[in-house]
T-cell receptor, first 113, second 114 residues
Framework: AQSVTQLGSHVSVSEGALVLLRCNYS??????LFWYVQYPNQGLQLLLK??????LVKGINGFEAEFKKSETSFHLTKPSAHMSDAAEYFC???????????FGKGTRLSVIA | KAGVTQTPRYLIKTRGQQVTLSCSPI?????VSWYQQTPGQGLQFLFE???????NKGNFPGRFSGRQFSNSRSEMNVSTLELGDSALYLC?????????????FGPGTRLTVL
């Protein structure tokens, strides 16, 4: 069965600092991987996804993530945090088949001025 | 294109009642999935419909049901509500088979059971 572990339920960074949100997955087959962001009282918005090809994936709002098969990781990074990045971030996985998304527990990102 | 819409946005019910939530997918999208989000359990998959057929089902009791119409709009129903059903219910649509396709989420329906 697939599972996703997000290390750290809450991460706090200073404005302008590096953002690093960690995600490790467990899957019996090479998965599809996703990062979503959720702002208060809103649904989920896709930041980026990995399906095939280049392992470094660039997304919206300056975020990127790297698929590392050997480490079963898909960490999300952004070089310089902005106040508007404060939100909850979810990593998700689906098998390369007709299966639904399995989400991690989420990481709440706070950005300090 | 208009995004995924969900109605109502907020709902308050009492234990034992039933509730129906509605989801209109992005135009042209044929796959609709439903998820439950709670602080304790996080985001959990309820079920997925594709071309009016339930294709996947999560691990929820039979009180939770859904359907999809020929125009791809979907409804989910929860009967005999329990306090633990209080949650944000999210609907997501995708364009084709859902395999690796991006799921686009609506704003959710916040259900409170008293």
């Amino acid at each position: 069965a697939q599972s996703v572990t997000q290390l750290g339920s809450h991460v706090s960074v200073s404005e302008g600092a590096l953002v690093l949100l960690r995600c490790n997955y467990s899957s019996s087959v090479p998965p599809y991987l996703f990062w979503y962001v959720q702002y208060p009282n809103q649904g989920l918005q896709l930041l980026l996804k990995y399906t095939t090809g280049a392992t470094l994936v660039k997304g919206i709002n300056g975020f990127e993530a790297e698929f590392k098969k050997s480490e079963t990781s898909f960490h999300l990074t952004k070089p310089s945090a902005h106040m508007s990045d404060a939100a909850e971030y979810f990593c998700a996985v689906s098998d390369r088949g007709n299966t639904p998304l399995v989400f991690g527990k989420g990481t709440r990102l706070s950005v300090i001025a | 294109k208009a995004g995924v819409t969900q109605t109502p946005r907020y709902l308050i019910k009492t234990r034992g009642q039933q509730v129906t939530l509605s989801c209109s997918p992005i135009s042209g999208h044929r796959s609709v999935s439903w998820y439950q989000q709670t602080p304790g359990q996080g985001l959990q998959f309820l079920f997925e419909y594709f071309s009016e057929t339930q294709r996947n089902k999560g691990n929820f009791p039979g009180r939770f049901s859904g359907r999809q119409f020929s125009n791809s709009r979907s409804e989910m129903n929860v009967s005999t509500l329990e306090l633990g059903d209080s949650a944000l219910y999210l609907c997501a649509s995708s364009s084709t088979t859902g395999v690796g396709d991006t799921q686009y989420f609506g704003p959710g329906t916040r259900l409170t059971v008293l």
